[in-house]
C-alpha cells in the first residue's frame, strides 16, 4: 500500500502544482485582458469625447447661423443643448456606462409615455426647425437677384434687317465654315 498512498501524493502535488500555476497564468491573463480592455475603453472615450466635442463645435456655429439670419429664439434653445452636450462632454471620464445605460433602461421601463412623449416632442422641434430654415432660405433666394436669362419664346433665328422687312427678302442665315 505504500505504493498506492505514494502515487496519490505524487498526483496530489502534481495537480496542485499544476493548478497553482493555471492559476496564476489565469491570473496574469485576467491582469493582462483588463488592462488591454482598459485601454481600449480608454481610446474609444477620447474618441467619443472628440466627436461630441465636433458635434458640440457645429452647434454652437448653427446657433451663431440661426441668430444672423434672425431666429434668436432657436439660436438660444440650439446654445443650450450645446452647452448641455460639452458638460455631458466633459464628465464622461466620471460616466460608468453600465450604470447610465441601466438608469436610462429603468426610466424608460417605468415612465415609457414620459419617454416617448419627450422623444416625440424633441423630433417635432427638430423637424420644426428644419423645416422653418429651409423655407427661410427659399425666401432669401427669391429676393435675391436672379441673373439675366434668355426668354424661352424667343427663336434663335436671326433677325431681319429694317431694309430687309420693307423689301420683303427672307432672312439667310449665316453659316460660318470651320477650318480644320
Known amino acids: 500500500m505504500p505504493t498506492k498512498a505514494s502515487i496519490e501524493r505524487t498526483a496530489n502535488e502534481v495537480f496542485e502544482t499544476v493548478e497553482d500555476q493555471v492559476g496564476r497564468f489565469a491570473g496574469k491573463a485576467y491582469e493582462t485582458g483588463r488592462a488591454q480592455a482598459e485601454a481600449v475603453v480608454d481610446e474609444q472615450r477620447n474618441a467619443f469625447k472628440n466627436f461630441c466635442m465636433t458635434i458640440v463645435r457645429a452647434l454652437r456655429r448653427g446657433g451663431d447661423e440661426l441668430r444672423d439670419e434672425g431666429y434668436a429664439t432657436v439660436a438660444g434653445m440650439v446654445d443650450d443643448v450645446a452647452t448641455k452636450a460639452e458638460e455631458m462632454t466633459t ?32 423630433g417635432f422641434l427638430v423637424a420644426n426647425t428644419l423645416q422653418s430654415a429651409a423655407q427661410h432660405r427659399q425666401q432669401r433666394n427669391i429676393a435675391a437677384p436672379r441673373p439675366a436669362s434668355p426668354r424661352p419664346s424667343q427663336s434663335r433665328a436671326p433677325r431681319q434687317t429694317a431694309s430687309a422687312k420693307r423689301a420683303g427678302t427672307p432672312t439667310r442665315r449665316r453659316t460660318t465654315k470651320s477650318t480644320a
Request: glycine fraction near 4%; aromatic fraction near 6%; proline fraction near 3%.
Open 91 to 122: 464628465n464622461v471620464d466620471d460616466l460608468d456606462m453600465r450604470s447610465a445605460t441601466q438608469r436610462v433602461e429603468d426610466f424608460v421601463r417605468e415612465k415609457p409615455l414620459v419617454a416617448y412623449g419627450a422623444l416625440a416632442i424633441a
